[in-house]
Nanobody
Framework: QVQLVESGGGLVQPGGSLRLSCVASGDIFSLNGMGWYRQAPGKRREHVARFTSRGDPFYRDSVKGRFTISRENANNTVYLQMTRLELEDTAVYYC??????????WGEGTLVTVSP
């Protein structure tokens, strides 16, 4: 089993920045496969950024150049640095870890609100 705990959400003005953190614990040996999803009110959960199974970062198009995913292996932590935030970035952000054969593990989520 793997446990994921997010932090760092909050209220920010358009154009501002936030950094989300996700700490993984339990039966985890690699941060490959970890990433971030988000779900805005009334919308489906969508991928934001992740490390592939080979450890390469992968982003959705709308956040490329604004968001950066990074990792700290020693502390089993993955970060999402978000800059130039837009109103459309408002959502609950979830940490995700995918591993075969179990599938997806999810955190509880952290709310990011972008508002003037």
């Amino acid at each position: 089993q793997v446990q994921l705990v997010e932090s760092g959400g909050g209220l920010v003005q358009p154009g501002g920045s936030l950094r989300l953190s996700c700490v993984a614990s339990g039966d985890i040996f690699s941060l490959n496969g970890m990433g971030w999803y988000r779900q805005a009110p009334g919308k489906r959960r969508e991928h934001v950024a992740r490390f592939t199974s080979r450890g390469d970062p992968f982003y959705r198009d709308s956040v490329k150049g604004r968001f950066t995913i990074s990792r700290e292996n020693a502390n089993n932590t993955v970060y999402l640095q978000m800059t130039r935030l837009e109103l459309e970035d408002t959502a609950v952000y979830y940490c995700n870890y995918y591993r075969e054969p179990e599938g997806d593990y999810w955190g509880e989520g952290t709310l990011v609100t972008v508002s003037p």
